[in-house]
């Protein structure tokens, strides 16, 4: 393995780009844009580079480890490193940056914010993004978790639609609330590390180590399970979800539905479980409980929603509940399900968001009763928000399908009930995509529709080809990215105490039994 | 005959010069700094008082750090040298400086400074606009910064009541007076004046009867006498209960703690805005050093008494400062909000009553300090015709007349709000940590959940100012400032960012500062 720091280069190379387009001339928003989508490039290139060294049979532990020591008062370390889990996250954010530069183009050029402002406030939100994923000091964790909030929050309130200033302070307040209890479990776990071993760390290994008493468990577990569970967002805590995401720009909305609310359900598969097991199995009725309520939820008030971006981020509600669910039924096939499913539902939500963010900026409406008989004016907008669609409801062939199909596996191992309930999910999702391409791809054609939409450019074409290509082939071949997820999940199963449940049919083809 | 033998067996007082020097030369320069105002003629005044006031700072700074480590008790066991001390000390100072810098300012207003041509004119008479018409800019306030600097100095050092009382009286009687300075809005102005002195007073008598209650005592007003004499649990506990309770209201009340913060918004609003930077930041922290020494020195030992009543007026000072700056329409009562909200934060510390919570707090002071005098520096800079332009609906837009100052004064606000990379997270971290490690861990999540509520109205600020679009009343500018509050704004910005990246090197400071010594 080379020595060559990849991840401090994740995190240094976007913030110097935005630093640099900060200097760009103001009357050249073009010359922004390029910059930005070059050095989103040069990430691309890097993640790429440090992937191909990645040791897969060590996938368990954190390599390209980086290490300083910050705040030696608080036993701070800026320390990075990252497992098969932190990798395929890292890689599908670096993968959707230059797609999200590309795709949104011309989206912010007549908004009131300046272009340079947002190709570097993009840029600044991939280096938390690989921050937030990358860290292995709690610390460290909880600032890029914090740090994060600052540039999603100006994307929305300074680029987003008419709403965005409720959409935006919504989003923030629900965001420091859940960062702050989270920052109480934080501090009661270092002073707790300190009691135990004498000396207070951040370290995630050190802290995972320790054998905390299952009631401080208990407390310390709710202020990081609350915390994530709002960022997730699970029901309860998912209303901040379609105003942020309907009122953001669709680049934005991508990066936040797709790339920002994975911190919520990795932190649960990483910290949750494995540094509060006892308090994570105690839980484990309520989560399983909040995910169910939480499918079947967001998939019946997506079905009832007339606005096409609130459609997709119920959705989105509806796909967490399943990774939340794969997490906390404490399976291996489940949880490399949920790890499986974070990377497909990242690209499948993109997918949608970007495409009809092309259908809504052609129209200028939101709304789906504007709509109807496009794929006879753009027949390639429509094929393409429908393979998008189908990737979404998890067709088989098609990414999601492998995820979807793991986690209800993994659930029906243990708990057969949950996994028929959890089923009727999929019955509920081919209601609510089917329904909305119905309503607005074909049936006759408007007038306006036939007027303003065209179909897509070869930009766009460009923008979404690779996440189109991405489904399908992780559709048919996950094999890659679940090599990489597994060893990690076996040792969260591990910390956890979990075993899976010994099958009731002998195995035929495997030779052992556990 | 009686009076020689009397002069004989009479000791000779020590006094340590090296170790007072911080107190001495601010002391020394505030004198100057009045025989300047008495004989220096006109317009001579203003150089040689700003060149007297930045190097008595300067220097003063300088003796701090030259007689750093030392453990003492000086001037005959009536000023404690030792590591909390000095870095309040040395904190003091560099507050003092910055505020100094935005005191300093001639340009944002088009009338000269932000002080009173002739404060002793009835507000609205034909006096009043006589001197104002005939440009008068008076640099009477430098004399009393200089000595409410000294008396700040002294405060946090006081090892016994009575000097402590002193200093308490040397710091707020020029304080009194500066706030009721202000060029514009001179009714509120005086007001505030008024106001701040009779409660403050008020405040004075309190802690006045507590420390003759603590003689009764103890038979001595000396901070670690009193401990002795509570470890040896020679008297009343009554007695003590309420010795302590009424020293404590003397200090709460100069801290702005609920119960006794009423004075704070109309106070912060009235006084001329250098000079609420200044009380906010400074006076808090000398306020803080006394309340620390007083609570871990003397009454160390009775804590498990004590504490109960700091848990209730800690929970309360947030609750109460968090609640009351949400319904706030002007910046500067709702920054006075803001500022009590801090003070419950900080009190987090002094519950805490270990190591950890003395250090953490005197971080704290010094990031709240360092925010505090810029965010009132940028508040002098937003101006209409009649002045500053202090509603909150008139800053609206601000990010798009004046992005880079609206940007300096985003940052603050994160800093207040406790965002992480800022300097205010590393002083609340540093407390909370210290308050769960100190077992009050329920007034650390109230303290959490009342963060969660103020960032909204911190963030509301910053809504205002760069989502929303600019106030259809064009008469509200950022004026360009001098390069006195450039600098000051300029210092504020580095050291928030400064503390808040690399907070090590503050933490090290006060680290070492150690505890308190008997």
């Known amino acids: 393995m080379s020595t060559f720091p990849w991840l401090l280069a994740l995190l240094v190379v976007p913030l110097i780009g935005a630093a640099i387009v900060m200097f760009l001339p103001k009357n050249s928003p073009a010359l922004a844009k390029q910059f930005g989508l070059l050095v989103s490039l040069i990430v691309f290139a890097l993640t790429v580079g440090m992937a191909l060294q990645f040791v897969t049979a060590q996938a368990a532990d954190f390599q390209f480890t980086y290490s300083f020591s910050w705040i030696p008062a608080f036993g701070v370390n800026f320390a990075l490193g990252v497992d098969g889990i932190a990798l395929v996250l890292i890689a599908m954010a670096a993968c959707l940056v230059p797609v999200v530069m590309l795709a949104g183009w011309n989206d912010v050029d007549g908004s009131q914010g300046s272009v340079r402002g947002y190709v570097a406030l993009i840029l600044v939100l991939e280096a938390a993004i690989v921050g937030v994923f990358a860290a292995t000091d709690l610390f460290l964790f909880y600032v890029f978790f914090e740090a994060m909030l600052v540039p999603v929050y100006f994307l929305i309130g300074r680029y987003g639609g008419p709403r965005r200033n409720y959409a935006a302070v919504k989003f923030l307040l629900y965001s420091l609330f859940g960062g702050l209890l989270m920052l109480a479990s934080l501090i009661g776990l270092y002073v707790v590390s300190a009691r135990i071993t004498g000396v207070g760390t951040f370290d995630f290994t050190a802290l995972a180590n320790l054998n905390i008493d299952p009631d401080t468990q208990k407390w310390l577990f709710l202020g990081f399970f609350i915390a994530f569970a709002i960022k997730a967002p699970l029901v309860p805590f998912h209303t901040w979800l379609p105003d942020a995401a309907a009122e953001s720009t669709p680049g934005t909305a991508v990066l936040l539905v797709g790339v920002l609310d994975k911190v919520g359900t990795f932190g649960m598969l990483r910290y949750c479980l494995e540094l509060f097991p006892d308090a994570s199995r105690w839980a484990t009725p309520v989560v399983i409980a909040l995910a169910v309520v939480g499918i079947i939820y967001g998939a019946l008030v997506a079905i009832g929603q007339s606005d096409i971006k609130r459609l997709i981020a119920y959705t989105s509600v509806s796909h967490f509940g399943f990774i939340a669910l794969g997490i906390f039924v404490m399976t291996t096939r489940g949880q490399s399900g949920s790890a499986l499913y974070m990377v497909n539902h990242g690209f499948s939500t993109a997918a949608l968001f970007l495409i009809a963010g092309f259908l809504i900026s052609r129209r200028g409406s939101r709304l789906i009763e504007d709509f109807g008989g496009v794929q006879k004016v753009a027949p390639i907008l429509a094929g393409t928000f429908l393979v998008a669609g189908l990737s979404s409801l998890a067709l088989p062939g098609l990414s999601s399908f492998v995820s979807e199909f793991l986690v209800l596996v993994g659930t029906f191992e243990r708990y057969r009930w949950i996994g028929v309930v959890a089923t009727l999910g999929i019955v509920l999702a081919a209601l609510y995509i089917l329904l909305m391409y119905q309503r607005t791809m074909t049936g006759p054609t408007p007038d306006e529709v036939g007027e303003r939409v065209t179909d897509l450019r070869g930009r766009e074409v460009l923008a979404v080809a690779p996440i189109l290509v991405i489904i399908v082939v992780l559709g048919f071949y996950p094999k890659p990215v679940l090599d990489v997820i597994n060893p990690a999940i076996d040792r969260v199963m591990h910390a956890v105490n979990a075993s899976d449940p010994a099958p009731e049919v002998a195995p035929v083809a495997e030779g052992t039994q556990p | ?518």
Not at chain 2, 135 to 146: D, K, M, N, Y
Not at chain 2, 278 to 298: E, P
Not at chain 2, 349 to 362: E, H, K
């Open chain 2, 1 to 518: 005959m009686s009076s020689l033998l009397a002069a004989a067996s009479f000791e000779t007082p020590t006094i340590e010069y090296d170790q007072l020097a911080p107190i001495i030369i601010i002391f020394g320069v505030a004198v100057v700094s009045l025989l300047v105002e008495a004989f220096a003629p006109r317009q001579w005044r203003r150089v040689i008082q700003l060149i007297v006031v930045f190097t008595g700072l300067a220097a003063s700074f300088a003796a701090v750090v030259m007689i750093r480590g030392t453990q003492h008790i000086a001037a005959m066991g009536s000023v404690a040298v030792d590591g909390p001390t000095l870095f309040m000390q040395g904190s003091i100072l560099v507050l003092a400086f910055i505020a100094a810098l935005v005191m300093a300012e001639r340009q944002v207003d088009p009338l000269g400074d932000a002080f009173a041509p002739r404060a002793s004119a009835l507000p609205g008479s034909s006096d009043e606009l006589a001197f104002t018409q005939l440009g008068w800019l008076q640099t009477e306030v430098w004399p009393l910064f200089l000595f409410s600097v000294g008396g700040m100095l002294l405060f946090p050092a006081s090892s016994d009541l009575l000097t402590m009382f002193v200093a308490l009286e040397v710091l707020s009687l020029p304080l009194y007076i500066m706030a009721g300075l202000a060029r514009r809005r001179r009714l509120l102005s005086q007001e505030a004046a008024l106001k701040y002195f009779v409660l403050g007073a008020f405040s004075s008598a309190f802690f006045l009867y507590g420390m003759a209650l603590f003689y009764g005592y103890a038979g001595s007003v000396d901070l670690s006498a009193i401990s002795d004499a509570l470890t040896a649990n020679a008297g009343s506990m009554w007695l003590v209960v309420t010795a302590t309770a009424l020293v404590s209201v003397g200090l709460l009340f100069k801290i702005g703690a609920v119960p006794f913060h009423q004075w704070t918004p109309d106070v912060y609003q009235g006084s001329p805005t250098p000079i609420t930077g200044f009380m906010a930041a400074c006076t808090k922290v000398a306020a803080f050093g006394a309340l620390l020494r007083i609570m871990y020195v003397a009454l160390g030992g009775i804590r498990w008494d004590w504490r109960p009543m700091m848990y209730v007026i800690a929970a309360l000072t947030m609750i109460v400062g968090t609640l009351f700056a949400l319904t706030q329409t002007d910046i500067k009562r709702m920054l006075a909000y803001s500022s009590i909200a801090q003070a419950g934060f900080m009190l987090v510390g002094v519950i805490a009553t270990n190591q950890a919570g003395l250090s953490g707090t005197m971080v704290y002071l010094v990031a709240y300090g360092i925010a505090t005098i810029g965010a009132f520096a940028i508040v002098t800079l937003v101006r209409d015709s009649t002045g500053e332009a202090s509603h909150l609906s008139q800053w609206a837009g601000l990010g798009r007349k004046a992005p880079i100052v609206a940007s300096a004064f985003a940052l603050f606000l994160l800093a207040f709000a406790g965002i992480p990379l800022t300097s205010g997270f590393t002083g609340k971290f540093a407390v909370f940590t210290a308050g769960i490690a100190g077992g009050a861990t329920p007034v650390v999540i109230i303290g959490l959940i009342a963060s969660a509520v103020a960032a909204f109205f911190y963030i509301r600020v910053i809504v205002l100012m760069f989502f929303n679009e600019p106030s259809s009343d064009d008469s509200v500018s950022v004026v360009v400032p001098s390069g006195f509050t450039t600098l000051a704004i300029t210092i504020s910005v580095g050291l928030t960012l400064v503390i808040g990246l690399v907070p090590q090197l503050i933490l090290n400071l006060a680290n070492q500062a150690g505890l308190f010594i008997r």
